[in-house]
């Protein structure tokens, strides 16, 4: 969930500080409770660190500058083990100031091992796990006199998940680095090299990246980049271009990095899109390197993810079945990990993440590949764990996401998923080519209808800016309208911190109809009158259900559907989209009503309270 960056160049210069300032400015949606740089030079090494979000550490930088160096390392925090605190910052330095270190994850034998360092005379600065490495790796640097195997030998003794970065004042030229199940990569410069959680730490420096892999340690130098496992035995680390554009992690004019994601989606979509079909109009998804015979095999598709990746395999599920007839199951990996799911060598089991570094969809992947099961990865994140722990990887285009309520990743998702399902039809033979091509040219036909929606934010911004004081919201969907709702309630929960729920609308006189009262909003979305009636109808008897009990209806529903309107209190009108594809339009009205109520409430859009971007941890 942290963020971490290292750097090493071959000068003292300001070089290291800028570079790291530059990248917790941009990981700042890993964690934000802290955030804190250590630079090593001849002389040895400085620190600075602050609790409170990036301006904390700026203020204090401002006040007593770091001096010029060779190496730095940085760490913005999501707090684990111990409050979010000056103490409990990163880096966390050794007793005798001869190390220090920044990490991610959790470790789990950190009280065994600070009640040995307690006894050999160590006295703790912080209530953090983090800070027995610091000491251990000290300890043993002093023993061995290389940082590196020091590194090695304190990472065979640690439990749980980590990435650590060390320096060590005795040598500013090189940074090392240890990962085990938290994510670490490593971006190529000239004369210098980086270090980061993801690729967001150095985008704007390289586009150049080695990934690492399980249990590995990396020294980076100026010169050189050497990895090996944790028994020091040498290891070839896969090069990868990083194919996202720097400038897409800025704001680029917008006041939040959600209304620029939100506004970025028509592209995040077309680009996800392009170049699935070959010239004779057969879907290729090149990334797939299953098998076809094994695909046609598969007996049932299991979706893994946790939060908004989750409501886009709820949306999956509709269309693949429908397309490919096979049953798929939507599981939230942390429910699938520590049951005992029916997986075998005929279940596809697909894992969608935004970061590709969500811990339970990790430890589900790990669990469902150990049934022999095959696991295709939709992933965001270039050399994340998840792709590359996968059978197979299948990337979204959304560019870097930097918000952590997810928008643009979440249409991405829907849209590869999308993809993977005609690909299987095709493969199977469940739908024929023009009707997969049929298909194809509608989805074609949706980023400028995503742009319309995105045109016409004004009217749902002013609803937003008059709800700012409601205290509960209900959103309700059938069929691909049901994750759609689901999503809608997420956005408002994660954002503006009011109580939401997204029900079946089939499910409302089965108990949540409880809830409606005299002015109470509920968001519907309504399914196409074109596609099939019955469910069309349907949703509009529950429009007219919670209205007769005084609920203030707000409806999303397709342009021209008169119906819909004369139930509604308020319409949002969504272009004609067929019924399958349809969440990819509708949800993008709710995105913005979320997004707009919490700025209307003056809260944190970027950053909401007790949330980090990526869950690393369990
Ligand atoms: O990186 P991932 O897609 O694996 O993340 C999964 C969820 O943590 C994520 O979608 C979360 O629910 C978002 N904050 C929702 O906006």
Redesign the pocket.
């Known amino acids: 969930m942290c963020g971490i960056i290292g750097y090493v160049g071959r000068e003292n210069s300001e070089r290291p500080l800028e570079v790291a300032r530059e990248a917790l400015a941009r990981l700042q949606y890993r964690g934000y409770d802290s955030a804190g740089i250590v630079v090593a030079n001849e002389l040895g090494l400085s620190f600075a660190k602050r609790a409170g979000k990036l301006a904390a550490l700026e203020e204090q930088l401002a006040a007593h500058p770091l001096p010029l160096a060779s190496a730095a390392i940085g760490h913005t925090r999501w707090a684990t083990h111990g409050g979010p605190t000056d103490r409990n910052a990163h880096p966390h330095m050794s007793q005798d100031g001869s190390v220090a270190v920044v990490h991610n994850g959790i470790l789990e034998n950190h009280a065994l091992l600070r009640q040995e360092l307690i006894e050999a005379g160590v006295e703790f600065q912080s209530e953090t796990d983090t800070e027995v490495a610091a000491h251990l790796i000290a300890r043993a640097h002093a023993a061995i006199g290389d940082l590196a195997q020091a590194m090695r030998s304190v990472a065979r003794r640690l439990e749980g998940a980590f990435t650590l970065l060390a320096v060590a004042a005795d040598n500013p030229h090189l940074v090392v680095g240890a990962r085990r199940t938290s994510p670490l990569v490593v971006g190529l410069g000239e004369g210098e090299n980086f270090l980061g959680s993801d690729v967001a730490a150095f985008i704007a420096r390289t586009d150049q990246a080695l990934e690492l892999g399980q249990d590995q340690v990396v020294t980076i130098t100026p010169e050189s980049v050497t990895v090996t496992d944790f028994d020091g035995r040498a290891v070839e680390p896969r090069r990868f271009t990083v194919d996202w554009d720097a400038s897409a992690a800025v704001k680029g004019g917008f006041p939040t990095f959600m209304d620029k994601e939100i506004h970025d989606q028509p592209n995040a979509v077309r680009d996800t899109l392009l170049g699935r079909v070959s010239r004779a109009g057969r879907m290729q998804l090149d990334e797939l390197r299953i098998d076809e015979s094994l695909l046609r095999a598969v007996d049932k598709i299991v979706v893994i993810?946790?939060?908004?990746?989750?409501y886009a395999g709820q949306v999956a599920k509709y269309a693949i079945e429908h397309w490919c007839r096979i049953p798929v199951e939507v599981e939230l990996?942390h429910e699938f990990r520590y049951r005992d799911p029916v997986v075998d060598q005929q279940t596809l089991v697909v894992a969608?993440?935004?970061?590709?570094?969500?811990m339970?969809?990790i430890m589900a992947i790990r669990h469902a590949r150990e049934q022999g099961a095959k696991v295709v990865a939709v992933?965001?994140?270039m050399g994340s764990t998840?792709a590359r722990e996968s059978d197979a990887a299948l990337y979204t285009h959304a560019g870097p996401e930097v918000?952590?309520?997810?928008?643009k990743?979440?249409l991405a998702?829907i849209a590869a998923t999308y993809l993977l399902g005609l690909y299987l039809a095709e493969a199977r033979g469940t739908m024929f080519p023009d009707e997969v091509r049929s298909v194809m040219r509608e989805l074609d036909a949706v980023p400028a209808k995503i742009q319309r929606v995105i045109d016409g934010e004004a009217a749902i911004r002013r609803l937003a800016s008059e709800m700012k004081d409601a205290t509960s919201v209900l959103f309700l969907g059938r069929h691909v309208g049901y994750p759609v709702a689901m999503?809608g309630a997420?956005?408002l929960k994660?954002l503006a911190y009011i109580h939401a729920e997204g029900f079946a609308a089939g499910e409302l006189k089965h108990g949540p109809i409880a809830l409606i009262d005299q002015g109470q909003p509920v968001f519907v979305v309504v399914p196409s009158p074109r596609g099939r009636d019955v469910l069309h109808d349907k949703v509009l008897s529950n429009i007219q259900e919670v209205r007769a009990r005084g609920a203030r209806t707000l409806v999303v529903a397709e342009e021209g559907d008169r119906a819909a309107a004369a139930h509604a209190d308020t319409v949002f009108w969504v272009p004609r989209t067929p019924t399958l594809l349809a969440p990819l339009v509708s949800v993008v009205p709710l995105q913005i009503f979320a997004c707009a109520l919490a700025s209307a409430k003056g809260l944190d859009v970027d950053q909401?309270r007790n949330?980090a971007?990526?869950?690393t941890v369990e």
């Open positions: 993810a946790c939060g908004t990746a989750s990996a969608i993440s935004q970061s590709g570094e969500t339970d969809t992933v965001n994140t998840i918000a952590v309520a997810s928008t990743a979440f998702q999503e997420l956005k994660e909401p949330l971007k990526s869950v």
